[in-house]
């Protein structure tokens, strides 16, 4: 079982940037693709972006393109998610996991945005 841990949330003020990573145990993260989810106060998760086995394709919720960048480093078991111009309703709790949510949910890593 690959476990997974969240980090680089924050709060920052609308129109600013942060960077989120996921650590995956395990030597099978190089064979899935690799997806960032989230979710908000009295909302269900919802898909935010996905990226191939080989980070060959990525692919993202239409209110995010242009502004997010998801990446992933296979030698390391990590993917990013770099999150640019920030709106307050990116506001959530960010959560990785394989694109086909194979594996157990991890803590995940809050994100704030103010307006």
């Known amino acids: 079982q690959v476990q997974l841990v969240e980090s680089g949330g924050g709060l920052v003020q609308a129109g600013g940037s942060l960077n989120l990573s996921c650590s995956a145990s395990g030597r099978t993260f190089s064979t899935y693709s690799m997806a960032w989810f989230r979710q908000a106060p009295g909302k269900e998760r919802e898909f935010v972006a996905a990226?191939?086995?080989?980070?060959?394709?990525?692919y993202y919720k239409n209110s995010v393109k242009g502004r997010f960048t998801i990446s992933r480093d296979n030698a390391k078991n990590t993917v990013y998610l770099q999150m640019n111009s920030l709106k307050p309703e990116d506001t959530a709790v960010y959560y990785c996991?394989?694109?086909?949510?194979?594996?157990?949910w991890g803590q995940g890593t809050q994100v704030t945005v103010s307006s």
């Open positions: 996991n394989s694109e086909t949510t194979n594996w157990s």
């Open positions: 990226v191939g086995w080989n980070g060959a394709y990525t």
